[in-house]
Structures are given as C-alpha cells and as structure tokens.
C-alpha cells in the first residue's frame, strides 16, 4: 500500500543544530520530516505509517495490505535510515512492526435465477447507477485518489449526482406539465371563452 523512502537529506544552515530534514515518499504524495533527539514528526500523519523514535531505537509501525512483499519494503526502509543513523552517529537500532491488513467488502449476493440478474440489471441502467459508477471510478484513476479516500470519494460523488438528477427530474417535470398546459391551450376549440375565464 505504502512505499516510504527517503529521497534526500539536508542539514540545516547552522551546524550547531541537531536537526535534519527528510522527504518520504508515498505514491504521489511527499511527506517532510524532522528528526530530532526525540521524537519523528510527519506533517502530514497517516495512520498505517508511524514512526517513533527514543535515544535506543527507532520503531517503524507499518500496516500492509496482503499480497504485498513486506520483506522488500523493510530492506528499503532499513538500508536507508541505517544509512541516515551512520551520518547521525547515533547507537539506535531499528525495529519494525508489521500488521497484514485485508480489505473487508460485504459482497450482494443476487440468486442465480436469470430473470432477476436482467431486473436487477436494469434496475442499474434505468436509475443511472451504472452510468454514475462509471463515470466516478474515471475521476478516481484520473485524479488518482488515494485508496483510503476511494469510499468517501464514491459517497460523496454519488449523493452530488443524485441531488443533480433529482434536481434536473424536478425542472423536467415542471417543464413537461408546463408544455402539456399550452398544448392544452392550443388545442382548445373555444380559445375566448379560456380568455373570458383568465380575465374574469
């Protein structure tokens, strides 16, 4: 889910300072970090990647997703910041906690009885969802929404497309009463005395 490395380090201007700056990468976002004697700050925090830092040891808590290579991302993480401690001339040592995570997605079950499947799939067609589902899942690879952020992505898109659509039913339907009023009008064979009415 999350590649974190350390693409470069820069020491402060003034040399008396303990101080040094990291960037961490994951995907297309970039995260700086401050290390200091006490503690690793990142200003932008995530919860499935977390870093504490005490004068014996750094520990990484890291959330993966299964199917991921755990064995690689931890080499990376701790080629790297070994590297980082050896400019630091520090005694840390580094300590890694890996939780495995899996995506939990209730699944609708529809039977196997193929006059409710073409309901059901019509039901999509005719309510727009399927439209609307397709058109959302382009703006998420487009814009390349993070994951985490995909469900309340979706949410959020779904409830603007339905206050459109109901909006747009609402206009239609006072335009069609409004079309049907004047053909009305047009078609009546005695168009004074409907003047006679609206003047009285």
């Given at each position: 889910?999350?590649?974190?490395?350390?693409?470069?380090?820069?020491?402060?201007?003034?040399?008396?300072?303990?101080?040094?700056?990291?960037?961490?990468?994951?995907?297309?976002?970039?995260?700086?970090?401050?290390?200091?004697?006490?503690?690793?700050?990142?200003?932008?925090?995530?919860?499935?990647?977390?870093?504490?830092?005490?004068?014996?040891?750094?520990?990484?808590?890291?959330?993966?997703?299964?199917?991921?290579?755990?064995?690689?991302?931890?080499?990376?993480?701790?080629?790297?910041?070994?590297?980082?401690?050896?400019?630091?001339?520090?005694?840390?040592?580094?300590?890694?906690?890996?939780?495995?995570?899996?995506?939990?997605?209730?699944?609708?079950?529809?039977?196997?009885?193929?006059?409710?499947?073409?309901?059901?799939?019509?039901?999509?067609?005719?309510?727009?969802?399927?439209?609307?589902?397709?058109?959302?899942?382009?703006?998420?690879?487009s814009k390349k929404i993070d994951?985490?952020?995909?469900?309340?992505?979706?949410?959020?898109?779904?409830?603007?497309?339905?206050?459109?659509?109901?909006?747009?039913?609402?206009?239609?339907?006072?335009?069609?009463?409004?079309?049907?009023?004047?053909?009305?009008?047009?078609?009546?064979?005695?168009?004074?005395?409907?003047?006679?009415s609206q003047d009285q």
């Open positions: 889910m999350y590649k974190i490395s350390i693409l470069s380090v820069t020491f402060p201007n003034n040399k008396n300072k303990q101080d040094i700056y990291c960037k961490l990468s994951e995907g297309d976002q970039v995260y700086q970090t401050k290390v200091d004697m006490d503690t690793i700050t990142i200003a932008k925090w995530d919860q499935n990647f977390n870093v504490k830092q005490t004068q014996s040891e750094i520990t990484f808590s890291i959330h993966l997703w299964k199917g991921e290579n755990k064995d690689q991302l931890i080499t990376e993480i701790k080629t790297k910041w070994e590297q980082l401690l050896t400019m630091l001339n520090t005694t840390q040592t580094l300590k890694f906690n890996i939780c495995e995570m899996s995506l939990m997605i209730e699944e609708v079950t529809i039977p196997s009885n193929e006059a409710q499947i073409k309901q059901f799939q019509k039901y999509l067609s005719d309510t727009g969802l399927e439209q609307s589902f397709k058109l959302i899942f382009a703006e998420i690879l994951r985490s952020e995909v469900f309340t992505y979706t949410a959020l898109r779904l409830r603007q497309i339905g206050e459109d659509l109901k909006m747009f039913l609402t206009n239609n339907h006072k335009m069609s009463q409004l079309l049907n009023n004047i053909s009305e009008v047009q078609q009546d064979d005695e168009p004074d005395q409907f003047l006679e």
